[in-house]
Each structure stands twice: as C-alpha cells, then as structure tokens.
C-alpha cells in the first residue's frame, strides 16, 4: 500500500479527483488533498507520499515549483503534472524535473487512471530498488561484524596457545562464512602513538573513523582483500588480509610504508607496522599467537616495519647496559645535552638490529631510574616526591612503547634531576622560597615533612639549610609568621579570637593562644582589646 498526494488550488478539482479516481483499486491507502504548495511541502515533509498529482497554475506557488523542492530535497515521488494550457516551457520545465506525466485538462477520468496505474508501478518498482539497496548495506554492515567477531575471536583464543584447525572450521561453519581452510591470509598489526592534544586522544570515535577510511583505502589491491580491521588493545590495530594468489611481501611492504606516511600526514600520529606470517585459514591460529608475542616482546621505533619473517625469536636476550659511570659523571657535571646524546646512542645502536627484546628496555629504564633517584638522594632531593603527578607517570608508562618514548621520559627525568639539583644547591634562593611559601600558606599544615614534600628535598637537609641562610629555625620560622598574621587579622578584622586563631593554622585555641603570649607578651584578646599600647 502506499499513499497519494493531491494539490490543486480549485476545491471543485480536488473534491473531484478524490471521489471519481477508484484509489483503492490501484492500491493507494491514503490520499492526502493541499490547496497550495505550503499545504503540500507540510504534508510532504509528515508523510510518505510517493504519487503526487498537482496543478501547475496556482496563486501561492506552482506546481513546477513544488516538484522542484521534491527533487532538491531528495523524495521519491511520481508527479503528474496537471495543466490548462498546452505550453511548451511548462512542459520543457516537467521534464528537466523528471515528471512522470505531463497532462491536459479537462480531466478525463479513465486515461487519468491509467497514467496513474502507471505511476504507481514505477514507484513500486523503485521502491523494490531501495529495498534491495538498504539490505545489501544492512547485509554488508552485518558481514563486517560478523568477520570483526569471527577474527577477534580467532585472535584473542590464540593468546594463550595456537587456535587448532578444527576450532576454526568450527567458527567459519557456525556463522557461514565464505572462507575456505585453505584460504591464504595474513594478519597485520599497526601500533599508533598519539602526540598530546592530538585527536587520536581528544575524539576518539573521529580519529577511529578516519583511521578505518585510510586503512581500506590504501590497502585496496587485486592481490588480497581486507577481511578485518579492528582495535586489539589501546592503539593497536589488527588488519588480516586474504590473499588471492601468493603473497607478494614486497608490495605489502610498500603499502605499509604508504599508510606510516599517510598516518604522519592526515592522522597526525606516528605509526609502526608488524607484518605476521601469511599462513592457510586452518593453520592461521600459529600465526596469529607469533604475532601478539611479537608486538608484545619486541621494542619498536616509530614510524618502522618489522617482519615475522626474519625469523627473529623473541627470547630473553642479554642486556649489556651502557657507561652507568660516564652518565653518572655527566650528571654531576650538570651536562644533561651530553647525558642525551651518550643514551640515545646507546638506543640507536640496540634498534640498528632487526630487532630486540622489550625487556631489554625495561632493564635499560631500571638502571637509568636508579641512576637519576641516587644522584639525586645525594643532593638531599627526594625523587619520589619530584616526579609525582599525571605529567611523570603518563611519560612513564609511555616509555616502553617505543624508543621516542623511552628517550621523551628519559629527557624529562634527566633534566628535572639536574634543574632541581641547580635549584636545590643555592640556599639562598630555596629559603627565599621556603619563606615565600610559608607566608602564603600560613594556615596549611607546615610541619618539616610538610614542606619537604613542596620541596621535593630531604627533611634534614631543608631544615639546615633554611637556617644556615636565615639565621632562624624553620619551627620559629613558621610559628612568627603565623602570629604575625594573626596580629594583622586582629587588628584589621572583625574575626573572633578563635576564627583567627583557625585561620592561622590553629585548630586549639588553648594553643594558640599560649603561643600568642609567648611571642607577644598578651593574650589575642588582650591584644585585640588593647588599643594602641599593644598595636604597632
């Protein structure tokens, strides 16, 4: 069934075409009547007309002019254009709006019936074609989550050991696939690394979108099809190819650099690819597992393709660190350029290889963290406290990704120690710090571990160097500011005694006030009740 729609300004016509058109013998369920082109649009917009009969000659807008919304807003109507005159331009115009009809009054009735008869037949026909349209995207959307599932399964079960062949078959028969055991495929997986601030981090489902168009769009070749391309773990990717004939590893190489350009150029990120072992459908469960050890076990340089085929194990290797003594020296020297160039290096001189082991750069960050924390404790900087907050442990948990990202949290941990240790060795400029601090926080808790944790340096050393430069003990220290503040609160507001006292950072008033008369000579409410003999 579907529904109609008539539009004439007369009434008479309208009424007419209404009651004299057997519509439900032509399968028309509903038929709509407008007087202009706004009644029509309204209707239009509510219902899903697909045969529209119309005037062209009306006061409020043309019948011509209403086909021409139709088209440009996209709705799938046959118009039968109805009209008093037989003139060229208007039927010229009915073309190049692509009416079904372009017909001459009077009305007569039974040819009226026919062209509609017709009508419908084509929009029936056309709503067979949008039909089969939307079920071959919704098949084709339905086939990709059905191969993303197949494969994420496949994958995931190959964790812990190699899939067997007649688990696979297993999952092709169960969800009929059109795969055979002796397909040829080969899985891919693509690491990113997201700079800060870039849309990989900010908007995610974005970034997803546009990755997923590079990815089928480069990897767009007579030679395989992309069977999947799904997210396995924060920023990495598992693309499985399927080979028509032989693998051609030169031209999956080519695509591969293609697409670490093309993620630089559009994607704004860096990329490295790790090429697995094509292998048959039945025996890819090898493969797949050889792949996740890989990704895992093997430390990666951006913007690099690293091949299952070299035949690289991923045993523990040897780690021979580099001159702990020469970088301990150039941190003493306050050289951090120096200390850089002597580790990046050593880094460079591991991945000139085809590869080595990510345990290797977990034992190399190891020594260099022992390296920095030491010399640090021996300047008095607790490190610990140093490196706390979101910047530190996002660097650090970086850090094994990739060597860019071992060398940018070695870059950070090297010149903090040596800026801090520049800082920390001029005890003027700590205590200026130091009393600077405590001025401003006169209320906060201010004990000696308090503030050696602001300061990142050891209690003791904070402590005699505060009163080597001041003369004063940072305890005094603390306990004049904060009664100087209070003298300040008690003559310039209206506080009570205890407020002020809560304010400096006395919770018991007892307290607060005894140390009040220690350091003044009166109570706070003496002071704040004493006039001038009392008030500066």
């Given at each position: 069934m579907m529904q109609a729609l008539l539009v004439d300004d007369d009434y008479f016509v309208v009424?007419?075409?209404?009651?004299?058109?057997?519509?439900?013998?032509?399968?028309?369920?509903?038929?709509?009547?407008?007087?202009?082109v706004?009644?029509?649009?309204?209707?239009?917009?509510?219902?899903?007309?697909?045969?529209?009969?119309?005037?062209?000659?009306?006061?409020?807008?043309?019948?011509?002019?209403?086909?021409?919304?139709?088209?440009?807003?996209?709705?799938?109507?046959?118009?039968?254009?109805?009209?008093?005159?037989a003139d060229f331009n208007y039927a010229q115009k009915a073309i190049e709006l692509r009416s079904f009809e372009y017909?001459?009054?009077?009305?007569?009735?039974?040819?009226?019936m026919l062209i509609i008869r017709k009508a419908i037949e084509r929009a029936r026909e056309q709503q067979r074609e949008e039909e089969a349209i939307q079920e071959g995207y919704y098949w084709k959307q339905n086939q990709a989550k059905?191969?993303?599932?197949?494969?994420?399964?496949?994958?995931?079960?190959?964790?812990?050991?190699?899939?067997?062949?007649?688990?696979?078959?297993?999952?092709?028969?169960?969800?009929?696939?059109?795969?055979?055991?002796?397909?040829?495929?080969?899985?891919?997986?693509?690491?990113?690394?997201?700079?800060?601030?870039?849309?990989?981090?900010?908007?995610?489902?974005?970034?997803?979108?546009?990755?997923?168009?590079?990815l089928y769009e480069l990897y767009r070749h007579e030679s395989f099809s992309v069977e999947t391309a799904l997210e396995y773990g924060a920023h990495h990717w598992m693309v499985v190819l399927r080979w028509n004939g032989e693998p051609d590893s030169r031209k999956l190489e080519e695509l591969c650099w293609a697409f670490i350009e093309q993620a630089g150029r559009s994607l704004k990120c860096d990329a490295c690819?790790?090429?697995?072992?094509?292998?048959?459908?039945?025996?890819?469960?090898?493969?797949?597992?050889?792949?996740?050890?890989?990704?895992?076990?093997?430390?990666?340089?951006?913007?690099?393709?690293?091949?299952?085929?070299?035949?690289?194990?991923?045993?523990?290797?040897?780690?021979?660190?580099p001159d702990l003594a020469r970088l301990e020296g150039l941190l003493e020297q306050s050289l951090p350029d120096d200390f850089m160039r002597e580790t990046s290096s050593y880094l460079s001189g591991l991945s000139d290889q085809s590869y080595f082991a990510a345990s290797v750069l977990g034992l190399f960050r190891l020594d260099m963290m022992q390296l920095v924390?030491?010399?640090?404790?021996?300047?008095?900087?607790?490190?610990?406290?140093?490196?706390?907050?979101?910047?530190?442990?996002?660097?650090?948990?970086?850090?094994?990704?990739?060597?860019?990202?071992?060398?940018?949290?070695?870059?950070?941990?090297?010149?903090?120690?040596?800026?801090?240790?520049?800082?920390?060795?001029?005890?003027?400029?700590?205590?200026?710090?130091?009393?600077?601090?405590?001025?401003?926080?006169?209320?906060?808790?201010?004990?000696?571990?308090?503030?050696?944790?602001?300061?990142?340096?050891?209690?003791?050393?904070l402590a005699r160097i505060f009163k080597k430069e001041t003369g004063v003990s940072l305890g005094n220290y603390v306990i004049g500011a904060r009664i100087e503040a209070a003298k300040g609160l008690l003559r310039t507001t209206g506080l009570s005694v205890f407020a002020v006292g809560k304010k400096v950072g006395y919770s018991n008033y007892s307290y607060f006030a005894k140390v009040f008369k220690q350091e003044v000579g009166v109570s706070p409410n003496e002071y704040k009740q004493g006039g001038t003999e009392f008030k500066e």
């Open positions: 009424t007419a075409l209404e009651k004299k058109v057997d519509w439900a013998s032509l399968g028309i369920d509903t038929v709509h009547t407008a007087h202009n706004a009644q029509a649009r309204d209707i239009l917009m509510r219902h899903p007309v697909r045969i529209l009969v119309s005037d062209i000659e009306m006061p409020q807008g043309s019948g011509l002019e209403l086909l021409a919304w139709i088209r440009e807003e996209g709705y799938n109507v046959q118009a039968i254009l109805l009209t008093n005159y017909f001459l009054k009077p009305i007569q009735f039974d040819k009226l059905l191969l993303e599932h197949f494969w994420r399964k496949l994958i995931s079960d190959s964790v812990s050991a190699p899939i067997k062949p007649a688990d696979v078959s297993r999952a092709v028969a169960s969800q009929n696939l059109a795969y055979g055991m002796d397909d040829l495929v080969q899985p891919l997986m693509i690491n990113l690394f997201h700079s800060a601030g870039g849309m990989g981090l900010e908007e995610k489902s974005l970034f997803d979108f546009a990755l997923l168009n590079v690819c790790i090429v697995g072992k094509p292998a048959r459908l039945g025996e890819v469960g090898a493969s797949l597992r050889q792949l996740l050890q890989w990704n895992i076990g093997i430390a990666k340089r951006r913007n690099r393709i690293y091949s299952a085929d070299s035949g690289a194990g991923t045993a523990e290797e040897a780690y021979a660190p924390y030491a010399f640090l404790k021996s300047k008095g900087i607790q490190a610990n406290q140093l490196y706390q907050g979101k910047q530190s442990e996002r660097l650090m948990a970086d850090s094994l990704n990739s060597i860019e990202d071992m060398e940018a949290y070695l870059q950070y941990l090297v010149t903090t120690a040596v800026s801090y240790r520049d800082f920390a060795e001029q005890p003027t400029t700590v205590a200026e710090e130091i009393k600077r601090y405590v001025h401003a926080h006169y209320g906060d808790d201010l004990t000696r571990l308090s503030l050696a944790e602001i300061f990142y340096l050891h209690p003791d050393y």
